[in-house]
């Protein structure tokens, strides 16, 4: 892929983390892609929603960052199929669980978007 490509994807995980961070459904709405897929596979939790549903679950919670938890994520790992998908594997502790996420990201117009989330956690080992 481009340099264009990995910059504008490095630029999607940060506001996707600064997103979560602040609980920021705004902020978030410009890493979704519209008909976002949102699954929790963590076993006895599993949950499936839609854009709208996962967003008034952001606007309920009280952010991290208020709370003053630090910023924690790691992108473990970005694979470009080719010009209209990818994937990155991230890794972020918040509200005291580590997350684990598969994130598919598609062409949405000029830029890249995220269509489906799939991620599972544990509580956060201290």
């Not at 994520?73 to 598969?102: I, W």
């Amino acid at each position: 892929m481009t340099p264009t490509d990995r910059k504008q994807v490095r630029a999607l995980m940060e506001a996707y983390f600064e997103g979560l961070h602040q609980a920021d459904s705004a902020m978030l709405r410009d890493v979704f892609h519209p008909q976002l897929a949102y699954v929790c596979a963590t076993q006895g939790d599993e949950l499936y929603l839609d854009l709208e549903t996962y967003m008034t679950r952001v606007d309920g919670r009280e952010p991290p960052a208020r709370r003053g938890e630090p910023r924690e994520e790691e992108v473990l790992e970005v694979a470009f199929v080719n010009d209209r998908m990818a994937q990155v594997n991230a890794r972020m502790t918040m509200m005291g669980r580590d997350f684990y996420d598969l994130l598919t990201l598609v062409r949405y117009g000029a830029e890249w978007r995220i269509v489906i989330k799939v991620f599972s956690y544990v509580p956060k080992k201290d």
